[in-house]
């Protein structure tokens, strides 16, 4: 009997694999859902957070680099912040238990993520102009929030340590930041107008913090 699959693959061509996979998953995603033509929000829900889970697990070799952060801004934009939170904490928490490592730092995770998507409702309005989403300003906003959930993450080593380490830390800790920050650029870059038509056409209801129409282009 032959053994194909008894074989290790290196880890960058372990990323590239996971890379594809990921694309294949956003790839399914976009073709999908345009044959849900009466589909529930809360199925679009469901799929966005599956895809949050899949995206962190499979991009985990790269240094802080994930699609949450992305997606759960544009759901606060187009859902509200209360589903933006409830998405935070299924990622966070799922991930966490089942791969990475689960602890006291997954409710620092979920505070950083839900404070993401409470930003990206507060300003759903200033990031849709004229129909259409203003990637400029989500990057920026992306960057800000990159900074500001690994800022409130490392907030946990308090429960153990005193102020002066977490000082020390956040410094130490700077370029994973950076990381974050392109990250979130790039997911902006792939991920911002298409996630961004298929919310809309399964958004829940309008509200004066969700986005009610957009341009497609």
């Not at 790839?27 to 899949?54: D, Q």
């Not at 995770?109 to 989403?133: H, N, T």
């Amino acid at each position: 009997m032959y053994d194909f699959h008894n074989f290790a693959l290196t880890p960058m061509q372990d990323l590239i694999v996971n890379i594809v996979i990921l694309s294949l998953l956003v790839f399914a995603i976009l073709k999908g859902e345009r044959k849900m033509e009466n589909s529930s929000p809360f199925t679009i829900l469901a799929i966005l957070t599956i895809f949050c889970v899949a995206g962190r697990i499979l991009l985990e070799p790269i240094p802080n680099v994930q699609p949450v952060t992305v997606t759960i801004i544009l759901v606060g934009v187009f859902y509200g912040a209360p589903w933006a939170i409830a998405v935070s904490g299924i990622a966070a928490l799922s991930t966490n238990m089942i791969f990475m490592g689960h602890g006291p730092w997954t409710l620092f995770q979920v505070i950083g993520w839900g404070a993401v998507g409470v930003a990206g409702s507060i300003f759903a309005d200033k990031l849709i102009l004229e129909g259409r989403v203003a990637v400029g300003r989500l990057m920026i906003l992306a960057v800000v929030s990159a900074f500001a959930f690994d800022w409130i993450v490392s907030t946990s080593i308090l429960l153990n340590h005193d102020f002066s380490t977490l000082l020390s830390y956040l410094a130490d800790g700077l370029m994973f930041d950076m990381y974050h920050a392109a990250g979130n650029v790039a997911f902006v870059a792939w991920l911002a107008n298409p996630f961004s038509h298929l919310m809309l056409r399964h958004r829940i209801a309008p509200s004066e913090r969700a986005v009610s129409e957009i341009v497609t282009n």
